[in-house]
């Protein structure tokens, strides 16, 4: 009985680091966004004269939600299919005869 709470203590533990690995890389994320939203108004409020401000905030959060939106679709869509059990193709690796 010890060991399983000591696997189980050890579990909680990775949750909690992975769980803050994954603010860390979301707050990356939305850096960088920013950083290509100001280099996207920059370029633009220089050719074009559009006001700096507002093509930051669009740019910045096209930037940071298009590519978010696609990510929780393509996770939805595995997670979808890891329910659902596959049958095996012709391509696979079963020998059909």
């Known amino acids: 009985m010890d060991g ?7 579990m909680e533990r990775a949750i909690r680091r992975l769980n803050a690995l994954e603010y860390v890389i979301l707050a990356v994320a939305l850096v960088l ?3 290509g939203g100001a280099l996207v108004a920059l ?3 220089a050719s074009l004269e559009l006001p700096f401000r507002p ?4 740019s910045s959060l096209l930037l940071f939600l298009v590519p978010g939106f ?3 679709r ?3 869509r595995n997670a979808s ?3 659902i059990k596959d049958k095996p193709t012709s391509t ?4 059909g005869r």
């Open 4 to 10: 399983m709470q000591e696997t189980r203590r050890a």
């Open 33 to 35: 966004a920013m950083a």
């Open 43 to 45: 370029l633009l409020s």
């Open 55 to 58: 093509v930051w905030l669009v």
């Open 70 to 72: 696609i990510a929780l």
């Open 74 to 76: 393509r996770e939805a």
């Open 81 to 83: 299919g890891r329910r």
């Open 92 to 95: 696979d690796d079963t020998d």
